[in-house]
């Protein structure tokens, strides 16, 4: 059974930076993909990032590309998640998510067929605010 922690949010103001971070324990990080996602009040979670087990490829929500980074690190168990130029509309909970042997789940991450993974955190709070 694995088990997912994020940690990491905070509140911050516009433009600022955050790093993100799950870690994962109970099982072998490297044959999960790991997602992102973040849900804002009264909204619909939402996939943000995603990065893929073996070949570690990764996938980005069109509002997020080129301001968030995705990476991982599977001897130290960790997933990261690089935020930078925070925006107000960026503020959420964010939490991790994992799943295995479905060759397209991150593609279904980004294009929000799908809101979990087998196996996912409980989330850590970001605010972007002045």
């Known amino acids: 059974q694995l088990r997912l922690v994020e940690s990491g949010g905070a509140l911050v103001q516009p433009g600022g930076s955050l790093t993100l971070s799950c870690e994962a324990s109970g099982d072998n990080l490297k044959i999960y993909d790991i997602g992102w996602f973040r849900q804002a009040p009264g909204k619909e979670a939402e996939g943000v990032s995603c990065?893929?087990?073996?070949?570690?490829?990764?996938f980005y929500e069109d509002s997020v590309k080129g301001r968030f980074t995705i990476s991982r690190d599977n001897i130290k168990k960790l997933v990261y998640l690089q935020m930078n130029n925070l925006k107000p509309e960026d503020t959420a909970v964010y939490y991790c998510?994992?799943?295995?042997?479905?060759?397209?789940?991150?593609?279904?991450?980004?294009?929000?067929?799908?809101?979990?993974?087998?196996?996912r955190g409980q989330g850590t709070q970001v605010t972007v605010s002045s």
């Open positions: 998510a994992a799943e295995f042997l479905n060759p397209v789940w991150c593609t279904t991450v980004i294009d929000g067929t799908v809101r979990h993974g087998t196996f």
């Open positions: 990065i893929t087990n073996n070949d570690e490829l990764t």
